[in-house]
């Protein structure tokens, strides 16, 4: 053999000795399950979807340490930690005034706001209602609707219930009205005594359920709807979520409906249930998926803002902000769209 082959011979063993040491070993065990990803990685790459588009409309900076002035805000016992929490990360960086945030429920929030006229921010669990705002038009004030965020509505049983991991909307109204046990909502459930805990109807999550739930059941009239749960044995009302909480765990008989941050901070007690088959989560509330997910909001008034420098500045802060809170207050963000359109009537109504 002569040199040149026995060159030729010798690069190429290296070559593939090279080749061989870069490749993976080769695996002999059981294949390995596939690894699902956390869900917090998933709520971050949602919230990542929704704000991460540039946006249309940018806001003023807003200094906190040089706002002063005292801020009113009363409502929705549902929008009431989120607002809580930009409060108090306003304060936080240095805001020297006065924040009064009442959790009253969506329509005793607007009694203040457009009645009473004691309010500066109205906290809101659904739209205003057209009574409502006639009501603030005469006393001169004009509401302006922020879009701050999305929930999904928890229908939760105790932690202690192993019978029951979904219901159908028709079986939800039955749970709320006219069944006495659960087995008149399912055969194979218990025939125990159901345990019925609603919010009270200030609360704009009582207006919600009503609409969503009880008057589809009830051949779409709404006050047919309402009267169905009004009228049913044994419900406690309540416009304490933390009640509503207690009374649910208290029980694997029990059944309750409120905002889904409250479900959240409470899971070594109580557990939403599935609805139609949909699990209330990001994914689903922002895509509408799951059936009782909702709109949340702000109000408050162009003259107001601008007589009130503290309460725009505290508007701007919050719209500015509010996607970085939301998931930490137990919601979902509002999509870009949306926060836009609030932004829009933001400058709008301060006349910027």
Request: glycine share 8%; hydrophobic share 40%.
């Given at each position: 053999?002569?040199?040149?082959?026995?060159?030729?011979?010798?690069?190429?063993?290296?070559?593939?000795?090279?080749?061989?040491s870069?490749?993976?070993?080769?695996?002999?065990?059981?294949?390995?399950?596939?690894?699902?990803?956390?869900?917090?990685?998933?709520?971050?790459?949602?919230?990542?979807?929704?704000?991460?588009p540039?946006?249309?409309?940018?806001?003023?900076?807003?200094?906190?340490?040089?706002?002063?002035?005292?801020?009113?805000?009363?409502?929705?016992?549902t929008?009431?930690?989120?607002t809580?929490?930009?409060?108090?990360?306003?304060?936080?960086?240095?805001?020297?005034?006065?924040?009064t945030i009442?959790?009253?429920?969506?329509?005793a929030?607007?009694?203040?706001?457009?009645?009473?006229?004691?309010?500066d921010i109205?906290?809101?669990?659904?739209?205003?209602?057209?009574e409502?705002?006639?009501?603030?038009?005469?006393?001169?004030?004009?509401?302006v609707?922020?879009?701050v965020?999305?929930?999904?509505?928890?229908?939760?049983v105790?932690?202690?219930?192993?019978?029951?991991?979904d219901?159908?909307?028709?079986?939800?109204?039955?749970?709320?009205?006219?069944?006495?046990?659960?087995a008149?909502?399912?055969?194979?459930?218990?025939?125990?005594?159901?345990?019925?805990?609603?919010?009270?109807?200030?609360?704009?999550?009582?207006?919600?359920f009503?609409e969503?739930?009880?008057?589809?059941?009830?051949?779409?009239?709404?006050?047919?709807?309402?009267?169905?749960?009004?009228?049913?044995?044994?419900?406690?009302?309540?416009?304490?979520?933390?009640?509503?909480?207690?009374?649910?765990?208290?029980?694997p008989?029990?059944?309750?409906?409120?905002?889904f941050?409250?479900?959240?901070?409470n899971?070594?007690?109580?557990?939403?249930?599935?609805?139609?088959?949909?699990?209330?989560?990001?994914?689903?509330?922002?895509?509408?998926?799951?059936?009782?997910?909702?709109p949340?909001?702000?109000?408050?008034?162009?003259?107001?803002?601008?007589?009130?420098?503290?309460?725009?500045?505290?508007?701007?802060?919050?719209?500015t902000?509010?996607?970085?809170?939301?998931?930490?207050?137990?919601?979902?963000?509002?999509?870009v769209?949306?926060?836009d359109?609030?932004?829009?009537?933001?400058?709008?109504?301060?006349?910027?």
């Open positions: 053999m002569t040199r040149k082959p026995v060159l030729w011979l010798s690069v190429f063993v290296l070559i593939m000795v090279f080749l061989a870069c490749a993976p070993p080769p695996d002999i065990s059981t294949p390995a399950p596939a690894v699902t990803e956390p869900a917090a990685e998933v709520t971050e790459q949602l919230v990542t979807a929704l704000t991460e540039a946006m249309g409309v940018e806001l003023p900076v807003v200094d906190p340490a040089s706002v002063s002035g005292d801020i009113i805000s009363a409502g929705s016992s929008v009431f930690p989120l809580e929490a930009v409060a108090e990360q306003f304060e936080n960086e240095g805001y020297a005034g006065k924040i009442d959790s009253i429920g969506t329509g929030g607007f009694s203040r706001f457009c009645e009473a006229g004691e309010t109205s906290n809101a669990s659904r739209e205003i209602k057209d409502e705002v006639a009501l603030c038009q005469a006393i001169g004030r004009e509401p609707e922020f879009r965020g999305t929930d999904a509505l928890a229908v939760v105790s932690n202690d219930n192993d019978f029951v991991q219901l159908r909307l028709e079986q939800l109204a039955l749970a709320f009205s006219t069944a006495q046990t659960w008149d909502v399912d055969p194979s459930f218990p025939a125990e005594p159901i345990q019925r805990f609603s919010p009270g109807t200030d609360s704009g999550t009582f207006d919600y009503v969503a739930v009880m008057t589809p059941a009830n051949g779409d009239d709404a006050d047919a709807g309402k009267a169905a749960i009004l009228e049913s044995e044994g419900t406690q009302f309540s416009e304490d979520d933390n009640v509503l909480v207690q009374g649910v765990a208290g029980s008989y029990a059944i309750g409906y409120f905002g941050a409250y479900a959240q901070e899971t070594d007690l109580i557990h939403p249930l599935s609805v139609e088959g949909i699990e209330p989560n990001a994914e689903t509330a922002e895509s509408n998926e799951y059936p009782l997910s909702r949340l909001f702000i109000y408050s008034d162009a003259g107001i803002m601008q007589a009130k420098p503290q309460v725009a500045d505290f508007i701007n802060y919050y719209l902000n509010v996607n970085d809170l939301i998931l930490d207050v137990g919601y979902f963000p509002a999509s769209e949306a926060l359109t609030s932004k829009q009537a933001y400058l709008d109504a301060s006349g910027q």
